[in-house]
């Protein structure tokens, strides 16, 4: 089996001076020896040769690399944020009159983009339960692009049948792109027959909640066709990563390993320790997953099934009480996004899913009792779930 963090630990960049990290590139812009050179740069035909820091630059195409090294694709191209990536290849995929299937339960940004932007400029965007693949073949019309997902949905966690669904693309010539941000390494949605792979580097990747980034994985000929000059969306949206930024996720994301095995261990002992006081539960390592078994035969198994978790306590108020219990009694944070190494929580509803109207909410199962969860590299889990547990317990919950 292909294992992917045996790929990263491949990779062997030499710094301009022999350091062990490469240099950081520090221009916008690049001289040539010659004129024609120039050119031929311009036109995209000569390698190693670098024009304008928003086509690239030495230092994004090493992150770049590494991602593609990571998820497996011939090539890939980092972006300023993980919206940069998913818009970008949105844009490039359809045009005015296409048609695209999307995941009900998406991040919500993206979610925002789909349903309010793209259909002004003409394009059909239908939104379903992505485990339902009946549901998914109904829809597909000959306009059809794009099929759109998440790899463990934001934040319902859902687990799509990305080989399955990567099957229905094949037959019928639609582009299926995943956003696998919530479970780099666990899972390889290009070995299962994904297109397009999506990270917002923002979480895992980078890990330190300090930069805001994104990347896009895909074949050569995609990756370039985005780096366009004429036509390309990353070229010309312009969501282009800094050099400085790219080669501090470079360095970061040599931990993705050992870091995930953590966070993937934490959560599950939670979920079944949360599971076991009569809490309401989601995390797909738990069996009682409906995507359980489904999970497992997507996963690399060393790195299990990722660091988010949900819990539904009722309601609002009580949400919101146990979160500033928790913070108080230094749980984690109340805060946004995820893959930090102190826990963070936020009650989706009200926060990252807030673009999505309330009966929509309620029809998709996202209730308004419901903490996300993105369990941190805590060293004492146990002691971490014995004070979870003290909120509760002081809060009436359980
Ligand atoms: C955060 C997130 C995004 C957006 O990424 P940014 O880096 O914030 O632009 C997209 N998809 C998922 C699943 C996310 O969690």
Redesign the pocket.
Known sequence: MFKPADKIQDLQFFGEFGGVNPSISDSSTYTFLSAKSMFDTFEGNTDGCYLYSRHSSPSNLYLSAALAQMENTEAANVT???????TAVLMQLCKKGDHIITSRT??G??YAFLKNFLPEYGMGVDFVDITNLDKIKSLIKPNTKVIYL?TV??PLLEVADVAAISEIGKTNNIKVVV?N??SPLSVTPANLGADVV??????YINGSSDT???VICGTADFINDLKNVNNGACMLFGSTMDSMRSASILKNMRTLHLRMKQHSANALYLAKAFNEIGIKTVYPGLESHPSHEIYKSMYNNEYGFGGMLTIDVGTLEKANAVMELMQERNVGYLA???GFYKTLFSAPGTS?SSEIPADEQLEMGLSNGLIRFSIGLDNDIERTFELIKSCLKDLNVI
């Open positions: 300023a944020s993980g919206m940069g990536a998913i998406i991040y940004g993206t998440e949905s934001n956003d941000t919530f999506i990270h917002s580097l923002t979480k805001v980034g994104g946004v996004s995820l990252t």
